[in-house]
Protein backbone atom coordinates (compact mmCIF):
# COMPACT_ATOMS: atom_id res chain seq x y z
CA UNK A 1 0.00 0.00 0.00
CA UNK A 2 1.12 3.56 -0.68
CA UNK A 3 1.06 5.71 2.24
CA UNK A 4 -1.75 8.07 2.33
CA UNK A 5 -3.52 5.93 -0.54
CA UNK A 6 -7.34 4.63 0.56
CA UNK A 7 -7.24 1.40 1.44
CA UNK A 8 -8.08 -1.55 -1.33
CA UNK A 9 -9.07 -4.95 -1.91
CA UNK A 10 -8.31 -6.19 -5.48
CA UNK A 11 -10.64 -8.79 -7.32
CA UNK A 12 -8.42 -10.06 -9.67
CA UNK A 13 -10.79 -12.46 -12.43
CA UNK A 14 -9.79 -14.63 -15.41
CA UNK A 15 -9.95 -13.53 -18.79
CA UNK A 16 -13.31 -15.04 -19.03
CA UNK A 17 -15.01 -12.61 -17.31
CA UNK A 18 -13.46 -9.90 -18.58
CA UNK A 19 -16.52 -8.98 -20.61
CA UNK A 20 -18.13 -7.74 -16.96
CA UNK A 21 -15.08 -5.53 -15.20
CA UNK A 22 -14.98 -3.41 -18.75
CA UNK A 23 -12.19 -5.85 -19.88
CA UNK A 24 -10.45 -5.14 -17.34
CA UNK A 25 -8.10 -7.63 -15.02
CA UNK A 26 -9.78 -6.85 -11.96
CA UNK A 27 -11.51 -4.81 -10.04
CA UNK A 28 -10.34 -2.53 -6.57
CA UNK A 29 -12.78 -2.21 -4.05
CA UNK A 30 -12.41 0.47 -1.27
CA UNK A 31 -11.99 -0.97 1.82
CA UNK A 32 -13.88 1.49 3.40
CA UNK A 33 -17.28 0.88 1.28
CA UNK A 34 -17.62 -2.65 3.15
CA UNK A 35 -18.51 -1.74 6.13
CA UNK A 36 -17.14 -2.25 9.90
CA UNK A 37 -16.19 -5.81 9.18
CA UNK A 38 -15.09 -6.16 6.05
CA UNK A 39 -15.71 -10.16 4.68
CA UNK A 40 -16.21 -11.63 1.07
CA UNK A 41 -19.52 -11.64 1.74
CA UNK A 42 -19.25 -7.80 2.23
CA UNK A 43 -17.29 -7.68 -1.10
CA UNK A 44 -19.71 -9.94 -3.55
CA UNK A 45 -22.37 -7.56 -1.80
CA UNK A 46 -20.22 -4.54 -3.01
CA UNK A 47 -20.00 -6.05 -6.31
CA UNK A 48 -23.80 -6.83 -6.55
CA UNK A 49 -24.32 -3.45 -6.61
CA UNK A 50 -21.41 -2.17 -8.97
CA UNK A 51 -20.64 -5.54 -10.95
CA UNK A 52 -23.82 -7.11 -11.16
CA UNK A 53 -23.47 -9.49 -14.28
CA UNK A 54 -20.01 -10.21 -12.50
CA UNK A 55 -21.45 -11.36 -9.18
CA UNK A 56 -24.41 -13.19 -10.57
CA UNK A 57 -21.51 -15.06 -12.04
CA UNK A 58 -19.78 -15.61 -8.87
CA UNK A 59 -23.06 -16.55 -6.57
CA UNK A 60 -26.36 -17.52 -7.21
CA UNK A 61 -29.45 -15.37 -6.08
CA UNK A 62 -29.71 -17.08 -2.46
CA UNK A 63 -25.86 -15.30 -2.02
CA UNK A 64 -24.09 -18.84 -2.39
CA UNK A 65 -20.96 -18.97 -3.89
CA UNK A 66 -21.11 -21.08 -7.17
CA UNK A 67 -20.70 -24.92 -6.91
CA UNK A 68 -17.30 -24.81 -9.64
CA UNK A 69 -16.46 -20.81 -8.20
CA UNK A 70 -13.40 -20.64 -6.15
CA UNK A 71 -12.07 -17.81 -4.50
CA UNK A 72 -8.24 -17.46 -3.30
CA UNK A 73 -6.78 -15.26 -0.90
CA UNK A 74 -3.30 -16.55 -1.83
CA UNK A 75 -2.70 -20.08 -1.62
CA UNK A 76 -6.20 -20.24 0.33
CA UNK A 77 -9.68 -21.16 -1.08
CA UNK A 78 -12.10 -19.56 0.82
CA UNK A 79 -13.91 -22.57 1.68
CA UNK A 80 -11.18 -23.71 3.84
CA UNK A 81 -10.87 -20.86 5.33
CA UNK A 82 -14.62 -19.21 6.59
CA UNK A 83 -16.17 -18.72 2.91
CA UNK A 84 -18.41 -15.38 3.01
CA UNK A 85 -17.31 -14.50 6.45
CA UNK A 86 -13.62 -15.06 5.89
CA UNK A 87 -11.86 -11.34 6.42
CA UNK A 88 -10.38 -8.86 4.11
CA UNK A 89 -7.86 -6.49 5.31
CA UNK A 90 -6.27 -3.83 3.26
CA UNK A 91 -4.10 -4.66 0.22
CA UNK A 92 -6.02 -8.00 0.13
CA UNK A 93 -5.90 -9.83 -3.46
CA UNK A 94 -8.92 -11.84 -4.05
CA UNK A 95 -8.32 -14.28 -7.10
CA UNK A 96 -11.28 -15.88 -9.05
CA UNK A 97 -10.72 -19.15 -10.46
CA UNK A 98 -12.95 -21.40 -12.23
CA UNK A 99 -12.88 -24.90 -10.64
CA UNK A 100 -11.29 -27.54 -13.17
CA UNK A 101 -14.36 -29.39 -13.94
CA UNK A 102 -16.66 -30.25 -17.19
CA UNK A 103 -15.82 -32.13 -20.36
CA UNK B 1 -37.79 -18.55 -47.71
CA UNK B 2 -35.39 -19.72 -45.79
CA UNK B 3 -36.03 -22.07 -43.22
CA UNK B 4 -33.78 -21.60 -39.42
CA UNK B 5 -32.65 -24.29 -37.29
CA UNK B 6 -31.48 -23.90 -33.92
CA UNK B 7 -29.42 -26.25 -32.65
CA UNK B 8 -28.31 -26.07 -28.86
CA UNK B 9 -25.29 -28.94 -27.73
CA UNK B 10 -23.62 -29.18 -24.44
CA UNK B 11 -21.38 -26.64 -25.40
CA UNK B 12 -23.27 -24.01 -27.19
CA UNK B 13 -25.95 -23.09 -30.10
CA UNK B 14 -25.18 -23.54 -33.57
CA UNK B 15 -27.75 -21.91 -36.24
CA UNK B 16 -27.89 -24.14 -39.46
CA UNK B 17 -30.20 -21.93 -42.23
CA UNK B 18 -31.20 -23.13 -46.15
CA UNK B 19 -33.13 -21.64 -48.55
CA UNK B 20 -34.40 -25.49 -50.06
CA UNK B 21 -33.90 -27.49 -46.97
CA UNK B 22 -31.60 -29.46 -49.04
CA UNK B 23 -27.85 -27.27 -48.65
CA UNK B 24 -27.61 -25.67 -45.12
CA UNK B 25 -24.96 -23.38 -43.87
CA UNK B 26 -24.14 -23.74 -40.41
CA UNK B 27 -22.58 -21.39 -37.68
CA UNK B 28 -21.77 -21.18 -34.24
CA UNK B 29 -21.12 -21.74 -31.11
CA UNK B 30 -22.63 -19.15 -29.87
CA UNK B 31 -22.21 -19.61 -25.92
CA UNK B 32 -19.19 -21.73 -26.45
CA UNK B 33 -18.95 -24.02 -23.25
CA UNK B 34 -22.46 -23.34 -22.23
CA UNK B 35 -25.15 -25.89 -22.31
CA UNK B 36 -27.96 -24.75 -24.46
CA UNK B 37 -31.32 -27.07 -23.06
CA UNK B 38 -34.09 -24.29 -24.20
CA UNK B 39 -34.33 -22.66 -27.45
CA UNK B 40 -37.48 -20.80 -29.53
CA UNK B 41 -37.83 -18.95 -32.53
CA UNK B 42 -40.97 -16.31 -31.13
CA UNK B 43 -42.23 -15.33 -34.73
CA UNK B 44 -45.33 -13.47 -32.95
CA UNK B 45 -43.89 -9.85 -32.81
CA UNK B 46 -43.51 -10.20 -36.61
CA UNK B 47 -46.98 -9.91 -37.04
CA UNK B 48 -47.11 -6.66 -35.62
CA UNK B 49 -44.29 -5.37 -37.12
CA UNK B 50 -41.51 -6.54 -35.01
CA UNK B 51 -38.71 -8.92 -35.83
CA UNK B 52 -38.90 -12.34 -35.05
CA UNK B 53 -37.29 -12.93 -31.91
CA UNK B 54 -34.50 -15.78 -31.25
CA UNK B 55 -34.19 -16.97 -27.35
CA UNK B 56 -31.76 -19.26 -25.61
CA UNK B 57 -31.13 -20.80 -22.14
CA UNK B 58 -27.62 -21.21 -21.68
CA UNK B 59 -26.19 -22.46 -18.67
CA UNK B 60 -22.15 -22.35 -17.97
CA UNK B 61 -21.07 -25.24 -15.25
CA UNK B 62 -18.98 -22.61 -14.02
CA UNK B 63 -20.56 -19.15 -13.73
CA UNK B 64 -24.65 -20.27 -13.67
CA UNK B 65 -27.51 -20.00 -16.35
CA UNK B 66 -28.68 -16.87 -18.49
CA UNK B 67 -31.03 -16.12 -21.10
CA UNK B 68 -30.40 -14.65 -24.41
CA UNK B 69 -31.98 -12.82 -27.03
CA UNK B 70 -31.50 -12.30 -30.98
CA UNK B 71 -33.85 -9.64 -32.72
CA UNK B 72 -31.60 -10.63 -35.60
CA UNK B 73 -31.89 -14.04 -36.70
CA UNK B 74 -28.75 -14.88 -34.44
CA UNK B 75 -26.26 -12.32 -35.78
CA UNK B 76 -26.14 -10.33 -32.59
CA UNK B 77 -27.50 -12.02 -29.41
CA UNK B 78 -27.67 -9.80 -25.96
CA UNK B 79 -28.07 -10.87 -22.49
CA UNK B 80 -31.31 -10.36 -20.33
CA UNK B 81 -31.12 -8.69 -17.81
CA UNK B 82 -29.89 -10.42 -14.76
CA UNK B 83 -30.38 -13.80 -16.86
CA UNK B 84 -33.93 -13.19 -16.98
CA UNK B 85 -34.66 -16.12 -14.61
CA UNK B 86 -33.79 -15.91 -10.88
CA UNK B 87 -35.81 -17.48 -7.58
CA UNK B 88 -37.47 -15.24 -5.08
CA UNK B 89 -34.91 -15.13 -1.95
CA UNK B 90 -38.26 -16.39 0.22
CA UNK B 91 -38.16 -19.61 -1.55
CA UNK B 92 -34.22 -20.57 -0.72
CA UNK B 93 -34.38 -22.23 -3.94
CA UNK B 94 -31.31 -20.51 -7.22
CA UNK B 95 -31.60 -21.80 -10.83
CA UNK B 96 -29.58 -24.46 -12.02
CA UNK B 97 -31.05 -24.91 -15.85
CA UNK B 98 -33.97 -23.07 -18.17
CA UNK B 99 -35.22 -26.37 -19.96
CA UNK B 100 -37.89 -24.85 -21.81
CA UNK B 101 -38.84 -21.63 -23.57
CA UNK B 102 -42.56 -21.30 -25.39
CA UNK B 103 -44.32 -18.30 -26.70
CA UNK B 104 -47.74 -18.63 -25.67
CA UNK B 105 -50.56 -17.95 -28.07
CA UNK B 106 -50.78 -15.24 -30.84
CA UNK B 107 -53.69 -13.95 -28.56
CA UNK B 108 -51.13 -13.25 -25.35
CA UNK B 109 -48.36 -11.76 -27.85
CA UNK B 110 -45.55 -11.04 -25.05
CA UNK B 111 -45.99 -13.77 -23.18
CA UNK B 112 -43.46 -16.45 -23.01
CA UNK B 113 -42.95 -19.40 -20.50
CA UNK B 114 -39.97 -20.70 -18.73
CA UNK B 115 -39.49 -24.59 -17.39
CA UNK B 116 -36.60 -24.66 -15.31
CA UNK B 117 -34.71 -26.82 -13.10
CA UNK B 118 -35.14 -27.03 -9.90
CA UNK B 119 -38.90 -27.75 -11.09
CA UNK B 120 -40.99 -24.92 -11.53
CA UNK B 121 -42.55 -22.15 -14.11
CA UNK B 122 -41.99 -19.03 -15.01
CA UNK B 123 -44.03 -16.28 -17.18
CA UNK B 124 -43.16 -13.55 -18.98
CA UNK B 125 -45.05 -10.66 -20.02
CA UNK B 126 -42.26 -8.83 -22.20
CA UNK B 127 -41.21 -11.34 -24.74
CA UNK B 128 -39.04 -13.31 -22.43
CA UNK B 129 -36.44 -9.90 -20.94
CA UNK B 130 -37.86 -10.59 -17.14
CA UNK B 131 -39.47 -13.73 -15.89
CA UNK B 132 -41.53 -14.11 -12.58
CA UNK B 133 -42.21 -16.71 -10.54
CA UNK B 134 -45.39 -18.77 -11.13
CA UNK B 135 -46.37 -19.41 -7.21
CA UNK B 136 -48.88 -21.64 -7.65
CA UNK B 137 -47.13 -24.16 -8.87
CA UNK B 138 -44.06 -23.25 -6.92
CA UNK B 139 -46.30 -24.17 -4.10
CA UNK B 140 -47.84 -27.05 -4.58
CA UNK B 141 -48.35 -29.42 -1.58
CA UNK B 142 -46.23 -32.37 -3.95
CA UNK B 143 -43.10 -30.77 -5.48
CA UNK B 144 -41.91 -31.49 -1.89
CA UNK B 145 -41.97 -34.91 -2.47
CA UNK B 146 -41.06 -35.01 -6.49
CA UNK B 147 -38.13 -37.18 -7.34
CA UNK B 148 -35.72 -35.78 -9.81
CA UNK B 149 -35.39 -37.82 -12.82
CA UNK B 150 -31.86 -38.89 -14.29
CA UNK B 151 -31.58 -35.19 -15.96
CA UNK B 152 -32.72 -33.40 -12.60
CA UNK B 153 -35.78 -31.85 -11.49
CA UNK B 154 -36.32 -30.46 -14.56
CA UNK B 155 -39.74 -28.82 -16.14
CA UNK B 156 -39.19 -29.83 -18.89
CA UNK B 157 -42.50 -29.40 -21.53
CA UNK B 158 -45.08 -26.63 -20.98
CA UNK B 159 -48.05 -26.87 -23.33
CA UNK B 160 -50.52 -23.87 -23.43
CA UNK B 161 -53.83 -24.92 -24.80
CA UNK B 162 -54.62 -23.90 -28.10
CA UNK B 163 -57.52 -21.76 -27.82
CA UNK B 164 -57.59 -21.04 -24.21
CA UNK B 165 -55.25 -19.33 -22.85
CA UNK B 166 -56.20 -20.02 -19.24
CA UNK B 167 -55.55 -23.78 -19.58
CA UNK B 168 -52.20 -25.47 -19.97
CA UNK B 169 -50.33 -28.38 -18.82
CA UNK B 170 -46.29 -28.78 -17.68
CA UNK B 171 -44.20 -32.10 -17.46
CA UNK B 172 -41.91 -32.53 -14.55
CA UNK B 173 -39.64 -35.29 -14.69
CA UNK B 174 -40.42 -37.01 -12.42
CA UNK B 175 -43.36 -35.81 -11.05
CA UNK B 176 -45.43 -36.10 -14.24
CA UNK B 177 -48.10 -34.02 -16.05
CA UNK B 178 -50.00 -31.05 -14.26
CA UNK B 179 -52.48 -29.12 -15.16
CA UNK B 180 -53.95 -25.71 -14.50
CA UNK B 181 -57.53 -24.41 -15.74
CA UNK B 182 -57.19 -20.64 -14.57
CA UNK B 183 -53.98 -19.55 -15.92
CA UNK B 184 -51.83 -20.91 -13.95
CA UNK B 185 -52.96 -19.89 -10.52
CA UNK B 186 -54.10 -23.55 -9.30
CA UNK B 187 -52.52 -26.87 -10.42
CA UNK B 188 -53.26 -30.55 -10.38
CA UNK B 189 -51.61 -33.68 -11.00
CA UNK B 190 -52.64 -35.21 -14.54
CA UNK B 191 -51.35 -38.34 -14.62
CA UNK B 192 -54.55 -40.85 -14.94
CA UNK B 193 -53.75 -43.28 -16.83
CA UNK B 194 -49.76 -43.49 -17.01
CA UNK B 195 -47.68 -46.26 -16.14
CA UNK B 196 -45.18 -45.20 -13.05
CA UNK B 197 -41.77 -47.22 -13.95
CA UNK B 198 -40.06 -48.28 -10.81
CA UNK B 199 -42.29 -47.20 -8.48
CA UNK B 200 -44.55 -49.67 -5.73
CA UNK B 201 -48.06 -47.82 -6.98
CA UNK B 202 -47.47 -48.58 -10.80
CA UNK B 203 -50.78 -45.48 -11.07
CA UNK B 204 -49.85 -43.23 -8.29
CA UNK B 205 -51.83 -39.85 -8.76
CA UNK B 206 -48.17 -38.51 -9.83
CA UNK B 207 -44.32 -39.39 -9.93
CA UNK B 208 -44.51 -40.44 -13.54
CA UNK B 209 -41.14 -40.01 -15.39
CA UNK B 210 -43.18 -38.52 -18.20
CA UNK B 211 -40.29 -37.33 -20.80
CA UNK B 212 -42.31 -34.84 -23.43
CA UNK B 213 -45.49 -34.21 -24.56
CA UNK B 214 -47.04 -32.25 -27.71
CA UNK B 215 -50.48 -31.72 -29.07
CA UNK B 216 -52.00 -30.00 -32.21
CA UNK B 217 -53.72 -26.37 -32.47
CA UNK B 218 -56.94 -28.40 -34.20
CA UNK B 219 -57.09 -30.28 -32.36
CA UNK B 220 -56.83 -28.56 -28.96
CA UNK B 221 -57.37 -31.44 -26.62
CA UNK B 222 -55.73 -34.12 -27.74
CA UNK B 223 -52.24 -34.46 -26.91
CA UNK B 224 -49.06 -37.03 -27.43
CA UNK B 225 -47.08 -38.41 -25.01
CA UNK B 226 -43.23 -40.43 -24.59
CA UNK B 227 -43.20 -41.77 -21.29
CA UNK B 228 -39.99 -43.57 -19.80
CA UNK B 229 -41.72 -45.98 -20.63
CA UNK B 230 -45.50 -45.91 -22.88
CA UNK B 231 -46.94 -43.85 -25.74
CA UNK B 232 -49.83 -42.33 -24.76
CA UNK B 233 -52.39 -40.17 -25.69
CA UNK B 234 -54.99 -37.78 -24.15
CA UNK B 235 -58.25 -36.50 -25.95
CA UNK B 236 -59.32 -34.56 -22.89
CA UNK B 237 -56.20 -31.82 -22.59
CA UNK B 238 -54.57 -34.67 -20.31
CA UNK B 239 -57.45 -35.45 -18.14
CA UNK B 240 -56.82 -39.05 -18.77
CA UNK B 241 -54.25 -40.97 -21.08
CA UNK B 242 -54.74 -44.26 -23.35
CA UNK B 243 -51.36 -46.35 -24.50
CA UNK B 244 -50.91 -45.95 -27.93
CA UNK B 245 -47.22 -47.62 -28.24
CA UNK B 246 -48.32 -51.05 -28.97
CA UNK B 247 -47.33 -51.16 -32.58
CA UNK B 248 -43.75 -49.43 -32.04
CA UNK B 249 -41.01 -52.20 -31.72
CA UNK B 250 -40.03 -50.16 -28.21
CA UNK B 251 -42.02 -47.83 -26.45
CA UNK B 252 -39.29 -46.28 -24.38
CA UNK B 253 -37.64 -43.14 -25.66
CA UNK B 254 -37.60 -39.67 -24.81
CA UNK B 255 -38.17 -36.91 -27.60
CA UNK B 256 -42.11 -36.65 -29.15
CA UNK B 257 -42.84 -34.21 -31.56
CA UNK B 258 -46.31 -33.07 -33.45
CA UNK B 259 -46.98 -32.53 -37.13
CA UNK B 260 -47.14 -28.76 -37.74
CA UNK B 261 -50.65 -28.92 -39.92
CA UNK B 262 -52.53 -32.20 -39.61
CA UNK B 263 -53.39 -33.29 -36.59
CA UNK B 264 -53.28 -36.44 -35.45
CA UNK B 265 -49.79 -36.94 -37.00
CA UNK B 266 -46.59 -37.43 -34.29
CA UNK B 267 -43.29 -38.62 -34.42
CA UNK B 268 -40.80 -40.84 -31.53
CA UNK B 269 -37.41 -41.83 -31.82
CA UNK B 270 -37.89 -45.56 -30.13
CA UNK B 271 -35.31 -46.81 -27.71
CA UNK B 272 -35.16 -50.59 -26.76
CA UNK B 273 -35.92 -50.04 -22.83
CA UNK B 274 -34.72 -49.72 -19.74
CA UNK B 275 -30.73 -50.66 -19.21
CA UNK B 276 -30.32 -50.39 -23.00
CA UNK B 277 -31.22 -47.08 -24.21
CA UNK B 278 -30.32 -47.53 -27.71
CA UNK B 279 -32.90 -47.99 -31.21
CA UNK B 280 -33.63 -51.18 -31.64
CA UNK B 281 -31.93 -53.68 -33.89
CA UNK B 282 -29.20 -50.77 -33.88
CA UNK B 283 -31.10 -48.85 -36.61
CA UNK B 284 -31.85 -45.25 -36.39
CA UNK B 285 -35.32 -45.24 -37.09
CA UNK B 286 -37.71 -42.22 -35.93
CA UNK B 287 -41.82 -43.58 -36.30
CA UNK B 288 -44.63 -41.96 -37.56
CA UNK B 289 -48.02 -42.15 -36.56
CA UNK B 290 -51.09 -40.10 -39.07
CA UNK B 291 -53.72 -42.06 -36.88
CA UNK B 292 -53.37 -40.53 -33.61
CA UNK B 293 -51.25 -43.72 -32.66
CA UNK B 294 -53.58 -46.29 -34.19
CA UNK B 295 -50.41 -47.40 -36.31
CA UNK B 296 -47.13 -46.48 -36.68
CA UNK B 297 -44.50 -46.36 -39.50
CA UNK B 298 -40.69 -46.86 -40.12
CA UNK B 299 -38.97 -43.78 -41.14
CA UNK B 300 -35.40 -44.97 -42.29
CA UNK B 301 -34.60 -43.99 -45.77
CA UNK B 302 -31.08 -42.28 -45.27
CA UNK B 303 -30.68 -42.75 -41.69
CA UNK B 304 -27.75 -45.11 -40.66
CA UNK B 305 -29.40 -48.84 -40.35
CA UNK B 306 -26.44 -50.54 -38.99
CA UNK B 307 -24.09 -50.38 -35.94
CA UNK B 308 -26.59 -47.35 -34.90
CA UNK B 309 -26.25 -47.28 -31.30
CA UNK B 310 -27.10 -43.34 -31.39
CA UNK B 311 -30.24 -41.87 -28.87
CA UNK B 312 -32.16 -38.63 -29.15
CA UNK B 313 -32.68 -36.28 -26.26
CA UNK B 314 -35.94 -35.21 -25.40
CA UNK B 315 -35.97 -31.96 -26.76
CA UNK B 316 -34.01 -33.26 -30.03
CA UNK B 317 -36.70 -33.64 -32.35
CA UNK B 318 -38.64 -31.03 -34.15
CA UNK B 319 -40.85 -30.50 -36.86
CA UNK B 320 -40.33 -26.85 -38.78
CA UNK B 321 -43.79 -25.29 -39.92
CA UNK B 322 -43.61 -25.52 -43.76
CA UNK B 323 -45.45 -27.31 -46.08
CA UNK B 324 -44.79 -30.38 -46.74
CA UNK B 325 -43.35 -30.04 -43.19
CA UNK B 326 -39.74 -30.50 -42.56
CA UNK B 327 -38.79 -33.16 -39.23
CA UNK B 328 -35.48 -32.79 -37.47
CA UNK B 329 -32.86 -34.62 -34.76
CA UNK B 330 -30.38 -34.44 -33.59
CA UNK B 331 -27.72 -36.93 -31.51
CA UNK B 332 -26.14 -37.32 -28.92
CA UNK B 333 -23.23 -38.28 -31.20
CA UNK B 334 -23.40 -34.33 -32.79
CA UNK B 335 -24.61 -35.38 -35.85
CA UNK B 336 -28.47 -33.77 -36.90
CA UNK B 337 -30.63 -35.08 -39.67
CA UNK B 338 -33.17 -33.39 -41.56
CA UNK B 339 -36.21 -34.30 -43.63
CA UNK B 340 -37.80 -32.11 -46.07
CA UNK B 341 -40.65 -34.46 -46.99
CA UNK B 342 -41.76 -35.19 -43.68
CA UNK B 343 -39.81 -38.09 -42.91
CA UNK B 344 -40.21 -39.99 -46.08
CA UNK B 345 -35.97 -39.58 -46.67
CA UNK B 346 -34.08 -37.99 -44.75
CA UNK B 347 -30.06 -36.11 -44.47
CA UNK B 348 -27.53 -35.37 -42.75
CA UNK B 349 -27.10 -31.86 -42.59
CA UNK B 350 -24.21 -31.45 -40.36
CA UNK B 351 -21.96 -33.68 -37.92
CA UNK B 352 -19.04 -33.86 -34.81
CA UNK B 353 -21.38 -31.40 -32.81
CA UNK B 354 -20.97 -31.64 -29.45
CA UNK B 355 -24.43 -33.63 -27.99
CA UNK B 356 -27.69 -32.20 -29.20
CA UNK B 357 -29.91 -30.71 -26.50
CA UNK B 358 -32.32 -29.28 -28.45
CA UNK B 359 -33.77 -28.94 -32.05
CA UNK B 360 -36.34 -25.95 -32.96
CA UNK B 361 -37.39 -24.77 -36.82
CA UNK B 362 -39.34 -22.89 -38.89
CA UNK B 363 -39.64 -20.96 -42.35
CA UNK B 364 -38.57 -17.30 -41.87
CA UNK B 365 -41.31 -14.70 -42.75
Not at chain 2, 132 to 144: A, C, D, Q, Y
Not at chain 2, 218 to 242: I, K, M
Not at chain 2, 252 to 268: I, M
Amino acid sequence: MTAGAPAAVRVRVPASLRAYTGGEPGVEVDLGSLGEKPTIGALLDHLATTHPDLERRLRDEQRQLRRHVNLFLGSDNVRDLADQETPLSAGTEVAVMPAVSGG
Amino acid sequence: MTTLLMIGTRKGLFLARSDDRATWSVDGPHFAMNAVYAATIDARPAASGGSVRLLAGADSEHWGPSVFRSDDLGASWQETEGGAIRFPAETGAALVRTWQLVPAGADQPGVVWAGVEPGALFRSDDGGESFSLVEGLWEHPHRERWMPGGGGLCLHTVVPHATDPDRMLVGVSAAGVYRSDDGGKSWEASNTGIDAWRMPDQRPEFGQCVHKFAGHPDRADQLFLQNHGGVYRSDDFGATWSAIGGGLPADFGFPLAVHPHRAGTAYVYPLVKDEHRMPPDDRCRIYCTTDAGESWEPLADGLPQEHAYVSVLRDALCTDDADPAGVYFGTRSGEVFASANEGASWTSIVRHLPDVLVVRAAELP
